[in-house]
Structures are given as structure tokens and as C-alpha cells.
């Protein structure tokens, strides 16, 4: 009998098992291969078909190691975090697709290409986005699987949300679009703050509003707006209501985003100073109202931030409170 | 639909959870597996060796059987035992097995 054979199998069967269990598990496999042989030769010397037959009957050596081993039926991620992962992958993965496109027709703007090696970047920064985006996800859920981090609270009846009303409801879209704004925002304020220009029609000069340098030096407050912006919007997108979770988180990063930027743009002089020289110029001597905005520009915006904040708190506040 | 491939699929489910216990209810001598395995189908449950072996180990692995090897003998063997976890695991789930089967066959005989 071929006794190289019946070690090739044991082999292949335990070669992934932890080390300690390998020859244990092997030697134990031995005698049962000969009790079968025993079983069905008798006394007459088996023969390599007669062990053949046996090894056919214990299966393959891949089916008996994943009976040893216990993964057959496991899964990286599995329920009752797969439903969540799917609805968190598929919003991750739109909102890097869609700001790497956007920040991608803007640099375009700034610096033309060829069509094909336009789409040719394009591709290339949209599948490095999309690949990492799905990367950091898959990871994410499968850590939580690993170590059974509860994702879902509806464990117990008393617990399980009401049905919302009309008026609570958070529209999926919506929350997907300031995520993507955010990202938006972020990317295009600190990588092309030179997009933002005013263009002189008499000597055909285009001038930037923003002073490059000084966006950069703060850019830590541009990175905090994103992702107290993207933490408001996510939490709304989980919770798909208007309920006393979003409102705190709601009254939260607004008012670190309301410090944020009255620290920012009080801080910083973020008009390039050639904006602010050119303003009677652009805007001619007649549009005193709009000189006289644009040369106070970041208090303007501050007042614009302010109430758009105060406006999103407001809304926050009724829609969760009047039921 | 294929009858036949519900059927084996029902089956299936069936023994998954009652080959434990029977395999529970036969370790209160030290055994080895392929034994087991003669023991079993002796009794018309047939359980392939490559399903008992692994499910030895890992009762093993949960603390309701232990092992020793036996080489004194020419051939070395593996026995397994039932330990007390799995005589309190095997009493509790021979009770109920008990209870359902017999509320199980009043309702397939329509005696209820």
C-alpha cells in the first residue's frame, strides 16, 4: 500500500490547522483510516485502491479541514451588522465618487487637458477613491463582527423607535448631499482656493478672491466645518429621523462650527489683498453698497454662517419638538 | 420544486441537533471514534467519520468531553469521555428531547 499517499492527504487536511492541533489531529485520522481498511479487508494486505476507496469516503482533504477547522458557513461580516455595512458602503462609496468627480472637474477647469488623459486621471483618482473608501469600510464592519459590536438597538420592544411622522422624517438624498457638500467643500477650499476669482473685462486679468496662503495656513478649521458637517449628516442619515439624538448632535456641531468660524474669520485675512484693491474697479464707482460689502467680506460671511446655522437649528428644533 | 432535495434538506436539520446528544449519550465509557461510529450505525444512525471526528474535538473544545491517548495497546487510539458539564448539558437536553418528541409525535398523530 501507497503510505506516501495517505500522508499527502493527511497533510493537505491539516497543513492550516493551528500547529498545535496538526499532528494530534493527523494521528488520529491514521487510526481511523486503519480501522476502516481493517473494515473492509480484513486480514488480506490493503491495497492502494482499497486506500483509495477509504480517503474517497472521508472526502476531500478541503471538506474535512473546514469540518476541523469550523469555517464552513462563517463570514467576514455577517448578520446584523451586513445590512447596516450595505447601507454605510453604498453612501461612503457615492460620496467619495461624487467629490472626486466634482474636485476633478475643477482642476480640469484650471488646468486643460486632453479629453483622454482627462478621463484617464479621472478613472484613475475615482477607483483609488472608491478602492480605499471600500477598503475602510469592509474593515470597519468586519472588525465590529470580529469583536460583536452592537450596531443595532432594537433588542428590546420597549426600545424600538415609533413610527415617524411626516414632519420627522430626514430624506436619505438629503443627508447624502451635505455629506458629498462637505466633502466638496473641504477639497475644493484647500486644494484650488484659486477657483474663486473675479475676472477684469478691460485687461481680460482674472484676480482671486481668496488669499491662497492664508487659506492654507488655517486649513485645520476648513477640515474641522467637513467633519463636524459630516458627523451632523451621517447621524441624521442612521437615525432617518428628526428624534432627540439629532437634535443634540444638531445643537452640538453647530455651535462648535458658529466658535469655529468666528475664530477663523476673525483670525485670519483670508481676502487677497489684490481682490480688495481692485473692488471700486470690479464693481464700479456707482456700487457703493457692494464695495462696501465686499471690502468687510469676511464679516458678511461670518453673518451669512451664523444665520444659516441659526436657521438649521431652528428647523432641528421644530421638527423634533412639535409631534 | 424537487420533493426530494426538500426532504434531504429537512433531514438534514433534523440530525444536525440530535447527533449531539446522541453522541453525549454514548461517552459515559471512554470511546474512540471509529467505535462510535460502529455503535451508531449498529442502531441505524449512520454518522459518517468525517462529520464525528472534527464534532469530537470540537465537544472537546466546548468542556463537555475530554480525551487521552491510549498507545498502550498496538494501535494508538484517541478515547473521549463525557465530562460533568456535559453529563448536566446531556440530563437537561435528554428532558426536553423527551418532552418535545412526544409532543411532536401526539401532533403528527393527530391524537391532540
Redesign the interface.
Known amino acids: 500500500m501507497n503510505q506516501d499517499l495517505l500522508e499527502r492527504y493527511l497533510y493537505a487536511v491539516t497543513r492550516r490547522l493551528p500547529e498545535k492541533?496538526r499532528e494530534?489531529?493527523a494521528?488520529?485520522?491514521r487510526?481511523?483510516v486503519?480501522?476502516?481498511l481493517f473494515d473492509r479487508c480484513g486480514d488480506i494486505t490493503p491495497t492502494e485502491k482499497d486506500l483509495r476507496v477509504v480517503l474517497t469516503?472521508?472526502?476531500t482533504p478541503r471538506?474535512?479541514y473546514e469540518?476541523?477547522s469550523?469555517d464552513a458557513g462563517k463570514c467576514l461580516i455577517g448578520q446584523p451588522y451586513y445590512s447596516t455595512y450595505k447601507l454605510v458602503l453604498g453612501i461612503v462609496l457615492i460620496c467619495a465618487g461624487a467629490g472626486i468627480t466634482i474636485a476633478n472637474g475643477i482642476l480640469l477647469m484650471l488646468e486643460p487637458q486632453n479629453g483622454l488623459q482627462a478621463v484617464l486621471t479621472w478613472l484613475s483618482m475615482l477607483w483609488n477613491s472608491l478602492i480605499s473608501a471600500f477598503a475602510f469600510v469592509t474593515l470597519l464592519f468586519a472588525f465590529f463582527s470580529w469583536r460583536g459590536i452592537p450596531v443595532n438597538r432594537d433588542f428590546d420592544f420597549d426600545s424600538l423607535p415609533t413610527v415617524p411622522k411626516q414632519r420627522e422624517q430626514i430624506s436619505r438624498w438629503e443627508c447624502i448631499a451635505g455629506i458629498a457638500f462637505c466633502i466638496f467643500f473641504m477639497v475644493v477650499f484647500l486644494g484650488v482656493p484659486q477657483v474663486f476669482c473675479a475676472w477684469l473685462p478691460e485687461t481680460n486679468q482674472r484676480i482671486p478672491v481668496f488669499d491662497a496662503a492664508a487659506i492654507r495656513q488655517g486649513w485645520y478649521w476648513i477640515a474641522l466645518f467637513s467633519v463636524l458637517g459630516i458627523a451632523g449628516e451621517t447621524v441624521k442619515l442612521l437615525e432617518g429621523r428628526y428624534n432627540r439624538n439629532v437634535l443634540l448632535v444638531t445643537l452640538g456641531t453647530n455651535f462648535l462650527s458658529a466658535v469655529a468660524g468666528i475664530l477663523w474669520l476673525t483670525q485670519y485675512n483670508l481676502m487677497s489683498p489684490e481682490f480688495t484693491a481692485h473692488l471700486s474697479q470690479l464693481f464700479g464707482e456707482g456700487e457703493e453698497i457692494v464695495v462696501t460689502l465686499f471690502s468687510n467680506f469676511q464679516i458678511f460671511f461670518l453673518c451669512v454662517l451664523l444665520f444659516a446655522l441659526i436657521l438649521d437649528t431652528a428647523e432641528a428644533v421644530i421638527r423634533t419638538l412639535k409631534k | 420544486m424537487d420533493v426530494d432535495e426538500v426532504v434531504s434538506g429537512l433531514i438534514l436539520e433534523l440530525r444536525r441537533g440530535t447527533l449531539i446528544l446522541l453522541v453525549l449519550s454514548q461517552m459515559k465509557e471512554p470511546t474512540y471514534g471509529y467505535s462510535l461510529v460502529k455503535t451508531l450505525s449498529d442502531n441505524q444512525i449512520p454518522m459518517d467519520a468525517n462529520t464525528l471526528y472534527p464534532l469530537l474535538r470540537r465537544l472537546e473544545g466546548q468542556g463537555l468531553l475530554s480525551s487521552q491517548w491510549d498507545t498502550a495497546q498496538g494501535k494508538p487510539r484517541k478515547y473521549y469521555q463525557i465530562t460533568e458539564n456535559g453529563m448536566e448539558v446531556l440530563e437537561k437536553t435528554k428532558t426536553y428531547w423527551k418532552r418535545f418528541s412526544e409532543h411532536v409525535d401526539n401532533l403528527l398523530e393527530g391524537t391532540v
Open positions: 492541533q494530534d489531529v494521528q488520529e485520522l487510526g481511523l486503519d480501522d476502516m469516503e472521508l472526502g471538506e474535512l469540518k476541523y469550523g
